[in-house]
T-cell receptor, first 112, second 118 residues
Framework: AQSVAQPEDQVNVAEGNPLTVKCTYSVSGNPYLFWYVQYPNRGLQFLLKYITGDNLVKGSYGFEAEFNKSQTSFHLKKPSALVSDSALYFCAVRAPVGALTFGSGTRLQVQP | GAVVSQHPSRVICKSGTSVKIECRSLDFQATTMFWYRQFPKKSLMLMATSNEGSKATYEQGVEKDKFLINHASLTLSTLTVTSAHPEDSSFYIC??????????????FGPGTRLLVL
């Protein structure tokens, strides 16, 4: 069985500061890892994914994530946070095909 | 990217009635679609996998007779909540996988349907 853990319910950061949203995973075989963002009363928007290749993955809106196999982590990062980045962020994992297993979500609050 | 739509975006119904939610892939075909349910301030939980041309596959604990799924075409899946009760009130989200020319799959999500059962 596969699982994802997002240890922080909420992350607070000041605008302009770097942000990190943590994610660890457990899966048999090679992981397919994803980050999605959800704005209030909206569906999920795809940010980025890691399938294979470079451990540092760049995605939408200036976000990036680093795959660390030894630590089974896939933390989401951004060098300079914007107030508009405030939203709910989900890390997810799946097999090569099939449905996603989501983490519990982390609410990012960027203060002006 | 790709576009997945859901209709309606919001529905309020009386207890005991049935509600149908549509999920469409607008610019690609999807032989498989997924239905998730999200409780307030909670994560998404997979309910079922909708398969075009065959029966849906339900996750453990999801009542297939209550949540009817029909994958009518390569671009449309419907979720019908039968005899809805207040505890069925939730945010329902569908997703559809799209394959790139490199053979990689990415899930695209609909905007969600908020169901409120009175």
């Amino acid at each position: 069985a596969q699982s994802v853990a997002q240890p922080e319910d909420q992350v607070n950061v000041a605008e302009g500061n770097p942000l990190t949203v943590k994610c660890t995973y457990s899966v048999s075989g090679n992981p397919y890892l994803f980050w999605y963002v959800q704005y209030p009363n909206r569906g999920l928007q795809f940010l980025l994914k890691y399938i294979t290749g470079d451990n540092l993955v760049k995605g939408s809106y200036g976000f990036e994530a680093e795959f660390n196999k030894s630590q089974t982590s896939f933390h989401l990062k951004k060098p300079s946070a914007l107030v508009s980045d405030s939203a709910l962020y989900f890390c997810a994992v799946r097999a090569p095909v099939g449905a996603l297993t989501f983490g519990s979500g982390t609410r990012l609050q960027v203060q002006p | 990217g790709a576009v997945v739509s859901q209709h309606p975006s919001r529905v309020i119904c009386k207890s005991g009635t049935s509600v149908k939610i549509e999920c469409r892939s607008l610019d690609f075909q999807a032989t498989t679609m997924f239905w998730y349910r999200q409780f307030p301030k909670k994560s998404l939980m997979l309910m079922a996998t909708s398969n075009e041309g065959s029966k849906a596959t339900y996750e453990q604990g999801v009542e297939k007779d209550k949540f009817l799924i029909n994958h009518a075409s390569l671009t449309l899946s419907t979720l019908t909540v039968t005899s809805a009760h207040p505890e069925d009130s939730s945010f329902y989200i569908c997703s559809a996988p799209k394959w790139s020319t490199k053979g990689e799959e990415t899930q695209y999500f609909g905007p969600g349907t908020r169901l409120l059962v009175l």
